[in-house]
């Protein structure tokens, strides 16, 4: 028990700047008072105490502000930030090194009985502040998932979700297997034609391994890939955003070269005016374009 509250303690200096010694964790921190709770209302439950489970559960959520089923399963070194209005349901798995932000919840759409109606999240997962995973799927190792998304859908490894509803962004630098090549293969190009930009280089570095037990006075050794806070990573934009960019960038481009074509024709001597009787029809479009281009000394003829 007192190695799993170190490693919990020893997580939170590490990824929290705002911590500021052990004892101000222990004494401070919802998210590890939360999982110290958890981990005896888990043993009730495994013990089939199943109401005296709920009621430190209970308690656990008015001292805390975090409500986790006694019958879900947490891992090592999982990391609950801030922690107020997260709900982890009854068949939710939360692997080890995982990071949860306020507001998250991991919740279910069924209403069967005994069925896995919660997702499972591997080692690493990053859940951005309040996020909704629901359903019984599974988020994959390293995955993160963006602020405020929704979602309703497996998650590849090491991938990032954003949006309502979320929508999966392929990792554009990852480590892959032969196998593997061909779907990564289909996902540039649909980058190449506009689709979305593909972002994430956390894939390419594993979180880590680590001697997980403290014995001798020996301390655990762990290897981390570069923490992203919030489930923010670099170039992992929302491809519906880039779009939307993109159609506003091409919109100033067309005004700029608009713009261009006025100065043009009045450094020409035509104005927009001259233009809009049947004199227009006299204009050599392919002569203005050379104009604006300095391809021609800067006269218009009036002969066709």
């Given at each position: ?41 888990h043993a009730c439950w495994q013990g089939r105490r199943r109401w005296l489970a709920r009621f430190v559960s209970q308690m656990a959520r008015f ?10 399963t947490v891992g090592r070194r999982v990391f609950i930030d801030h922690g107020m209005g997260v709900v982890v349901g009854e068949t939710a798995q ?150 939307i960019h993109g159609l506003i960038d091409h919109a100033a481009t067309q005004a700029k070269r608009i713009d261009e074509i006025v100065v043009a ?40």
């Open positions: 028990m007192f190695t799993r509250l170190r490693e919990d303690i020893a997580t939170i200096r590490e990824r929290d700047p705002a911590a500021r010694s052990a004892w101000e964790v222990l004494t401070c921190y919802p998210g590890l008072h939360a999982l110290v709770l958890h981990r005896l209302a001292m805390t502000g975090i409500e986790i089923h006694p019958g879900a939360i692997g080890d090194d995982c990071t949860i932000y306020q507001g998250v919840t991991l919740g279910g759409t069924s209403l069967t009985r005994g069925a896995k109606r919660h997702p499972t999240l591997e080692r690493g997962v990053i859940v951005g502040a309040g996020a909704k995973v629901l359903g019984g799927f599974t988020i994959g190792a390293d995955a993160k998932i963006g602020s405020n998304a929704v979602v309703t859908k497996p998650v590849p490894a090491g991938g990032t979700a954003v949006g309502n509803p979320a929508r999966v962004i392929v990792p554009a630098a990852a480590s892959v297997s032969a196998a593997s090549v061909p779907a990564m293969a289909t996902a540039v190009g649909a980058s190449a034609n506009g689709s979305a930009s593909a972002a994430c280089n956390t894939a390419a570095n594993e979180r880590a391994a680590s001697n997980d037990a403290v014995r001798g006075g020996n301390k655990r050794v762990t290897e981390r890939s570069d923490f992203c806070a919030y489930g923010i990573t670099p170039n992992a934009d929302d491809p519906v955003s880039l779009a024709l009045e450094r020409l001597g035509t104005s927009l005016e001259g233009l809009q009787g049947a004199d227009a029809a006299l204009l050599d479009l392919r002569r203005l374009s050379a104009a604006i281009a300095g391809k021609v000394d800067g006269t218009v003829t009036e002969e066709r």
